[in-house]
């Protein structure tokens, strides 16, 4: 059965970096779509960065010029680079993606902890 496992995340200190990572075997060549989104605890999951095939990647404002979603199709694996993180970055980090027959799947998600 195909999955989602995403991982990478990690306890840093402000201005540091970390590339999550969204495994997608099985489904990789019906991915249409890849998105990373994240949530603390009490608040709604909000977009971080979403990328369509052929399209260019669409970020949160808060995340411009720090986060970048690459893709390697030989892993069948999709990534989120994120660098100079700040403590506000704090939360459970989720990929998801959607395929040509518009099932969705989601990873169990990682945590990403930031201090000051």
């Known amino acids: 059965q195909a999955q989602l496992v995403d991982g990478g995340g990690g306890s840093v200190q402000s201005g540091g970096s970390l590339r999550l990572s969204c495994a997608a075997h099985g489904i990789w060549f019906s991915i249409i779509k890849v998105a990373w989104y994240r949530q603390v605890p009490g608040k709604e999951r909000e977009l971080v960065a979403e990328s369509y095939n052929g399209a260019p990647t669409n970020y949160a404002e808060t995340v411009k010029g720090r986060f970048a979603i690459t893709r390697d199709t030989d892993k069948q694996t999709a990534y989120l680079q994120m660098d100079n993180l700040k403590p506000e970055d704090t939360a459970m980090f989720y990929c998801?993606?959607?395929?040509?027959?518009?099932?969705?799947?989601w990873g169990r998600g990682t945590q990403v902890t930031v201090s000051s």
């Open positions: 998801h993606v959607r395929t040509t027959a518009g099932r969705d799947y």
